[in-house]
């Protein structure tokens, strides 16, 4: 496992978090007049999908940024869906974690994971 540049341990971590908070608050939110109908459902799933996300930008796997990215970008679209301010506070966060997540430190490629694990430089 490559080690995972600091920026991306804190993004993955707020993704968990968020993700476990949110699946938390989905469950404490049922009462006896709500069921597990779909929109519910797929909230899981979104929240869940940014527990693996999270989970794998710590590990280092490029995927994740992709998979993040996308989660940004759904919340966007439902931010459009609300107000005009919370289409904005999304867009907002979208741009600087997103900008993180797609710099080229964010995630080391397969090449400098290699020279890393076999103790190699740059030059190898």
């Not at 439902?78 to 080229?104: D, K, N, P």
Request: aromatic share 6%.
């Amino acid at each position: 496992m490559t080690k995972s540049p600091r920026s991306s341990l804190v993004i993955g971590a707020i993704f968990v978090a968020v993700g476990i908070g949110g699946i938390v608050n989905q469950a404490l939110g049922f009462g006896a007049t709500r069921s597990l109908d779909l929109e519910v459902t797929l909230a899981i799933v979104v929240r869940l999908l940014a527990v693996v996300g999270g989970l794998a930008l710590i590990r280092g796997k490029s995927w994740a940024r992709w998979l993040l990215l996308a989660w940004l970008v759904w919340h966007i679209v439902l931010g459009a869906m609300h107000s005009m301010e919370a289409l904005l506070i999304h867009i907002a966060i979208t741009a600087v974690i997103g900008w993180f997540l797609i710099r080229r430190v964010a995630v080391p490629s397969e090449r400098e994971s290699k020279c890393l694990t076999e103790g190699g430089g740059p030059e190898s």
